[in-house]
């Protein structure tokens, strides 16, 4: 069984920044690839940020150069460091992770969803 849970959630100011955490656990022999996603009110879920085993990011043009993603191998922890928020980053934002099982299988998990709100 693997869980990934999310922290960090909040209500900010434009402008503001937020910092957003999630921790894989349980049956993890390997991780590859790790990320964040968002999803507005009657959008579709986007990816926002991914961050390879080996350090390698890439994000969407909406959110260069304001928002950082980074990874701590050793605690299976990726973050999301979000600068100059803007209302239209108002999101539930799921962190993603294509796992290596003990038993082998590799799968995408994905995480609860936290909130983030942008608003003055």
């Known amino acids: 069984q693997v869980q990934l849970v999310e922290s960090g959630e909040g209500l900010v100011q434009p402008g503001g920044s937020l910092r957003l955490s999630c921790a894989a656990s349980?049956?993890?022999?390997?991780?590859?690839?790790m990320g964040w996603y968002r999803q507005a009110p009657g959008k579709q879920r986007e990816l926002v940020a991914r961050?390879?085993?080996?350090?390698?990011?890439n994000s969407a043009d909406s959110v260069k150069g304001r928002f950082t993603i980074s990874r701590d191998n050793a605690k299976n922890t990726v973050y999301l460091q979000m600068n100059s928020l803007k209302p239209e980053d108002t999101a539930v934002y799921y962190c993603?992770?294509?796992?290596?099982?003990?038993?082998?299988?590799?799968?995408?998990?994905w995480g609860q969803g936290t909130q983030v709100t942008v608003s003055s």
């Open positions: 349980g049956s993890i022999y390997s991780m590859n690839a």
């Open positions: 961050i390879t085993s080996g350090g390698s990011t």
């Open positions: 993603n992770a294509h796992i290596q099982t003990a038993w082998g299988r590799w799968n995408d998990y």
